[in-house]
């Protein structure tokens, strides 16, 4: 794993810029995105360059269900939002959280990345080390599925809502297996309520109970932390 250190968010989001912007020159032309705080300091420099993704495809991580697409908690509006707008792609895939068939939703999304292979994933990181929506015990052979959110997940969200009530319960996420085929892993985290995740992720035993820990058993991983979320190591 290659680890970069910064100062604070905005060197990481230049950072993260820069890892992208190889990966497109070396000819990548599928890109595995997320949501949450922790990548919009990355996709705010994509926007402000001159990078051009118009022939290449998206598929995102993860999808609250019950949340249309028009939703401004929903993960759709927020990739349009803070990368799309800017930035868009030939093709762009994001799970549709309100299928009225989630389960065919389910097959439909593993056909979708296995028709799209990812070249560069990138990934926040839950403060129990959730990656995607894949919450602690979840299988590292996990591909797309239904999650029940956790309290402590449902409880970090909330911060989103106008009651913590509207907060959704379930999720749709890419599987471990999935994320772990990706070529090139961009994983960023910021703050000291990360702290602890990093240091199980990185240092920890390779553990369902720590999902980001596989990522030691990948080839290629670039880690960006401020100095808060690597203050553990
Ligand atoms: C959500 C997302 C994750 C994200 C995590 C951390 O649970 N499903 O993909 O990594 O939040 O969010 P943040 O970056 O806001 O800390």
Known sequence: MKIIKVQDNLAGGQAGYQVFADALASGADTFGLATGSTPISIYDAIAASD???????????DEYVG???????????????HFFDAKPFAQSFVPA?????????????????????????ILGLG???HIGFNEPGTSFTSQTHLVDLTPSTIAANARFFADAAEVPT??????????????????????ANKAHAVKAMLEGPVS????????????????????AAASLL
């Open 51 to 61: 990078l051009d993704f118009s022939q290449a495809t998206s598929v995102n991580l």
């Open 67 to 81: 949340l249309a697409a028009d939703h401004d908690q929903s993960y759709h509006y927020f990739m349009q939002k």
């Open 97 to 121: 959280g309100d299928a009225q068939d989630i389960s065919a939703e389910l097959t439909h999304y593993d056909e979708v990345i296995a028709t799209h292979p990812v070249d560069l994933q």
């Open 127 to 129: 403060q129990n080390a």
């Open 170 to 191: 379930q999720a749709i996420t890419m599987g471990i297996s999935q994320i772990m085929a990706a070529k090139q892993i961009l994983m960023v985290a910021y703050g």
């Open 208 to 227: 369902e109970d720590v999902p980001a820990s596989i990522l030691q058993q990948h080839a290629n991983v670039v880690v960006i932390l401020d100095e």
